[in-house]
């Protein structure tokens, strides 16, 4: 099949739906001469899966110039349909995808799983956006290839290689980035070099330093952190063996300490005091491919460990009991191999097989050390095989798959419970007509019970342990049609439409519930309502998510315009009621509206718009319903390339640009205390970012 590329020189501005849309291109025509202003590079194969190009967005962080200068990932990947970030600190970045929050997904970091959550005022996603090439979402689970916990879908971060810095015939390089943010008097400072010392060998060693004071919202209230420093560091090594096989090797840690408050998804001050804090994570990766020239062998191979830490001082405070000790870790391995079959190979049989099988087996970890609270310990297993098969014969493909689990679930949980689960799923397209396609996909559900909040670890003291528990289960469901009309207005532009539905079955969901402090705990023995113990029940009733997302995006020469439009709801089947969120309030957000422009009058100059409309919402949980408000948010960047000094690359950005006083909806949304104090965690107002990179 032929494969068409769309390559670094090339950026789409379509809000992540761009590898909707060129993959049904991509069996027509190579598009040439396209802006590079925008979004995201996209490269499509002919013959790729529905899941590959229909159901995934990618962000290219130095091709998105509001990634470049990101220093949350709310920056970037919100400009994929379905996904939407809360949290306005380092610490607290929360990831959603379609209502359901991280716990929900499968998150990595170059392949290493992130599991586990540490504590609920705090998200559980630990990585500085600086040390990022690409971020992948799947938007929903799509695919038997995701697995356990990816319920919601999956967020694949991967950080830069040597490879992707050095130019043709270069044996060393360095790269040094500054960049500057007005509102909370933020100072970035990285260095990255790399090299080839031998033909087969590269090498990476990044640094980078990033301080912070508290930022203000549009009204000029302090948000979150008094002062914060953030250090990241990346080394990675790789080598080519003979012509068929790679080894690599990977470190890297994000760590930040500051004084938050001592719950940072609330405002600080009063109530909420602020507390020295650090929030570390290291992740260790070994990986290995073998690709010969035998198209039935294509292995891929990770071996990972990622510890993410929270550590608190109490003693600031002079009053004992906040002092903790808490981390997660994962361990595990994966091994995939990729076949293309075509029909010279299986007689009878026309068309061209690529079949995904692998093998995954990981260990999360949960320890905990509080001062005058028993600590104690968790962990959980999971290993699973899966099989896919991206059938493609002419217009039609079909993709089949079928995914085993067995997982050993927390012992303080569910009582060391295993599950042992069948899955399958089945994904089709057709061309309707020249470069449009519809396309469907059903993907059975499955997610083991979780380990507990490491900061709840007691060994079993104080917490009911269910061993009654059951799996979350479910199935995914889409439909759609993508089309691309060509030399509507002059020669060579284009518009790409897309539409989707979306519906999401849970059944057996799994709330935590909470004691103490006025709250309705469970029952020690039996786990009914109105007891004195935490613990882990499924809800009484199923959940349905519904959707919607669309997206337009027209392209000429050197400018471009995108929309989009995405909508999620969810729906208790006997209550009505929304599901609900660590976060206060529910998973809920309101319709969301975005549009982005852009422009290269000259080679070395791009401009760029960003409007994003959130509709107000007032979700349904059955208590106290907050609304969300509606808000308006509208940031222009603006790019220099300077031909005279080859490598340098100027940018300023302003973010919030008419100072809007909001909340995004994935945040936490209370109504203000008693006394009047803030609960809303706010973003921040105007924000004017400069950065400036200097490649040699």
């Not at 560091?233 to 063996?241: C, N, P, Q, R, S």
């Not at 260790?284 to 690709?291: F, I, M, V």
């Not at 089947?573 to 422009?599: C, P």
Request: aromatic share 8%.
């Amino acid at each position: 099949m032929r494969e068409v590329k769309l390559a670094n020189q090339l950026t789409v501005l379509s809000m992540g739906v761009a590898a909707v849309l060129w993959s049904q291109a991509a069996s027509a025509a190579t598009v040439e001469n396209l802006p590079n202003t925008t979004l995201q590079t996209i490269t499509v194969t002919a013959n790729s899966s529905v899941r590959d190009n229909v159901q995934e967005g990618s962000v290219y962080i130095d091709d998105y110039t509001p990634a470049a200068q990101a220093s949350h990932l709310s920056d970037f990947l919100e400009v994929v349909p379905g996904v939407s970030v809360g949290g306005t600190s380092s610490v607290n970045q929360r990831i959603r995808v379609r209502g359901l929050d991280d716990t929900n997904l499968k998150v990595t970091i170059d392949g290493a799983r992130q599991e586990g959550a540490l504590f609920y005022h705090m998200g559980d996603v630990t990585i500085d956006p600086d040390l990022l090439k690409q971020a992948e979402v799947a938007v929903g689970n799509n695919s038997v290839t995701l697995g356990n916990d990816a319920i919601g879908g999956a967020v694949a971060f991967e950080t830069v290689d040597a490879a992707d810095l050095l130019k043709p015939g270069q044996k060393i390089g360095a790269k040094l980035h500054a960049g500057y943010g007005s509102n909370n008097d933020e100072l970035l400072t990285s260095a990255t070099v790399y090299g080839a010392p031998a033909e087969n060998v590269d090498l990476l060693a990044y640094y980078g330093k990033r301080d912070a004071e508290a930022g203000e919202d549009g009204e000029g209230r302090k948000i979150q952190t008094e002062d914060s420093e953030g250090e990241n560091i990346l080394l990675k090594a790789g080598a080519h063996i003979a012509n068929d096989h790679r080894v690599g090797a990977s470190f890297s840690r994000t760590e930040n300490k500051g004084k938050f408050p001592l719950r940072p998804d609330f405002p600080a001050g009063g109530w909420n005091p602020i507390i020295p804090q650090e929030v570390k994570r290291d992740t260790y990766a070994l990986d290995y491919t073998y690709n010969p020239s035998n198209r039935l062998i294509d292995v891929d191979t990770n071996v990972y460990q990622s510890k993410t830490q929270i550590l608190r001082d109490s003693d600031y405070l002079k009053n004992p009991g906040f002092e903790f000790d808490a981390q997660v870790k994962t361990t595990g391995a994966k091994v995939q191999n990729t076949s293309v079959i075509d029909s010279s190979i299986i007689d009878g049989i026309t068309g061209t097989h690529k079949l995904i099988a692998g093998i995954e087996h990981y260990k999360k970890e949960s320890d905990m050390s509080r001062d005058f609270v028993k600590s104690g310990s968790d962990e959980a297993t999971n290993t699973s095989v899966y099989l896919e098969d991206q059938w493609q014969v002419g217009k039609l493909s079909l993709t089949p798959g079928v995914r085993y689990d067995r997982y050993e679930s927390p012992e303080f949980v569910s009582g060391g419970k295993t599950y042992d689960n069948v899955v399958g799923a089945l994904a089709a397209s057709y061309e309707i007509a020249p470069r449009t396609q519809v396309f469907a996909s059903y993907t059975e559900l499955f997610n083991g019970p979780d380990l507990s909040q490491a900061i709840f670890n007691s060994n079993g003291a104080g917490t009911y342990v269910n061993s009654d528990l059951k799996a979350e289960e479910g199935a995914n469901a889409e439909v759609g049609v993508t089309t691309t009309l060509r030399d509507l207005t002059i020669a060579d532009d284009a518009l790409q439409l897309s539409a989707k539905y979306f519906e999401t079955d849970i059944e057996n969901y799994i709330e935590f519930v909470r004691a103490g402090d006025g709250r309705v705990g469970l029952d020690c023995a039996t786990g009914q309502l109105n007891g004195s113990c935490q613990g882990v029940i499924n809800k009484d009733e199923d959940y349905k998510i519904k959707g919607v997302e669309l997206a337009a995006d027209y392209r000429t020469n050197n400018f471009s315009m995108g929309l989009s439009y995405e909508r999620a709801r969810s729906e208790g089947e006997d209550t009505g009621y929304s599901i609900s969120s660590v976060s206060g309030s529910s998973s809920e957000s309101g319709d969301k509206y975005m549009v982005n422009l852009g422009y290269a009058p000259t080679d070395t100059t791009e401009l760029g718009w960003r409007s994003t409309y959130v509709a107000s919402l007032t979700p349904n949980t059955g208590g106290d319903d907050i609304k969300k408000p509606n808000y308006d948010v509208h940031d222009i960047f603006m790019s220099y390339s300077p031909k005279q000094v080859e490598g340098l690359k100027a940018t300023v950005g302003v973010y919030n640009l008419f100072d809007e006083t909001y909340a995004s909806h994935a945040s936490r949304i209370v109504k203000p205390r008693e006394d009047g104090a803030l609960r809303t965690d706010f973003e921040m107002g105007r924000n004017i970012k400069t950065s400036l990179t200097y490649q040699f």
